[in-house]
T-cell receptor
Framework: AQSVTQLGSHVSVSEGALVLLRCNYS??????LFWYVQYPNQGLQLLLK??????LVKGINGFEAEFKKSETSFHLTKPSAHMSDAAEYFC???????????????FGKGTLLTVNP | DAGVTQSPTHLIKTRGQHVTLRCSPI?????VSWYQQVLGQGPQFIFQ???????GRGNFPDRFSARQFPNYSSELNVNALLLGDSALYLC??????????FGSGTRLTVV
């Protein structure tokens, strides 16, 4: 069984400040981990993914995340927040099925990021 | 290339009715998955289809069904709609082992 816990349902930062969104996972198999962003009334956009290669993963829009197996964490960071980063962010974990394709994603409950001018 | 496309974008149905939602995957993607996102929550897995076969099913009642066609497009069907079925329904497609790409969703409102 797999699960994801996102710490903090709402994070507020000032423009230009560091963004840190926390995600802890539980998985009985080596996990694939993802961060998605959702803007109002839209679907999910993939920010970045960890698939057992480099533990520091760089994504789009200046975001990155570090896989820490010892802490079962995959926190999302961005050095300097921009107003356009305001959105909801979802961490997700996945395993492969027997056919080697991505099986279901299990999502956290999301973290709403607000950016203050 | 076009992304994942879903239709319709919005839908209002009455309790007890039936609804069909449609999804076209990214060209070359053979896997399609469906997710339900209730307001304020993360998406919940409903089904995954790969090469027209069901490969996974989430914890949803039998009122929910789906299928995948030879061109890899998919339909999600929900019978006997309940108020609690009101949600954003997301379709995602993926290539084997890759990250999933999501459509913009169908907003279903049951009244």
């Amino acid at each position: 069984a797999q699960s994801v816990t996102q710490l903090g349902s709402h994070v507020s930062v000032s423009e230009g400040a560091l963004v840190l969104l926390r995600c802890n996972y539980s998985s009985s198999v080596p996990p694939y981990l993802f961060w998605y962003v959702q803007y109002p009334n839209q679907g999910l956009q993939l920010l970045l993914k960890y698939t057992s290669a480099a533990t520091l993963v760089k994504g789009i829009n200046g975001f990155e995340a570090e896989f820490k197996k010892s802490e079962t964490s995959f926190h999302l960071t961005k050095p300097s927040a921009h107003m356009s980063d305001a959105a909801e962010y979802f961490c997700a974990v996945s395993g492969l099925n027997s056919g080697g394709s991505n099986y279901k994603l299990t999502f956290g409950k999301g973290t709403l990021l607000t950016v203050n001018p | 290339d076009a992304g994942v496309t879903q239709s319709p974008t919005h839908l209002i149905k009455t309790r007890g009715q039936h609804v069909t939602l449609r999804c076209s995957p990214i060209s070359g993607h053979k896997s399609v998955s469906w997710y339900q996102q209730v307001l304020g929550q993360g998406p919940q897995f409903i089904f995954q289809y790969y090469e027209k076969e069901e490969r996974g099913r989430g914890n949803f009642p039998d009122r929910f069904s789906a299928r995948q066609f030879p061109n890899y497009s998919s339909e999600l069907n929900v019978n006997a709609l309940l108020l609690g079925d009101s949600a954003l329904y997301l379709c995602a497609s993926s290539f084997r082992g890759g990250g999933m790409s999501f459509g913009s969703g169908t907003r279903l409102t049951v009244v």
